[in-house]
């Protein structure tokens, strides 16, 4: 299992309060060959527009050449980040990651 955190800000600094974000799995995958991983999971950012999820990494799945699209909207439903990360490890801070 890995865990991503990362803190979202509107383009004037402030942060993306309660919002929602979402990880979609490229394409279905397997986890140590028998347990099938989600391929849509979502969850809400903090007051602070900070995330913390843990789900297992492109690394640990089958096959591995699988990456996620994780989507942040803001608590009206408005998109205000997209992008694409193949995530390894046991640790990611999507603020650093520059997406693929």
Known sequence: MGVATG?????NGSPIASGLY???LSAPA???NACNV???FTGL???SGH???TFN???VLTPTTTSYQLTVKDIHGGQVWNGIYTLTGTAAN???IVPS
Not at 7 to 11: D, H, L, N
Request: glycine letters at 0%; a negative charge; charged letters at 10%.
């Open 45 to 47: 950012l903090d007051t």
């Open 57 to 59: 990494f492109n690394d």
């Open 30 to 32: 397997l986890f140590s």
């Open 7 to 11: 803190t979202f800000t509107y383009p």
């Open 38 to 40: 989600p391929v849509l």
């Open 22 to 24: 979402q990880f979609k």
């Open 94 to 96: 999507i603020n650093i």
């Open 51 to 53: 995330m913390t999820a």
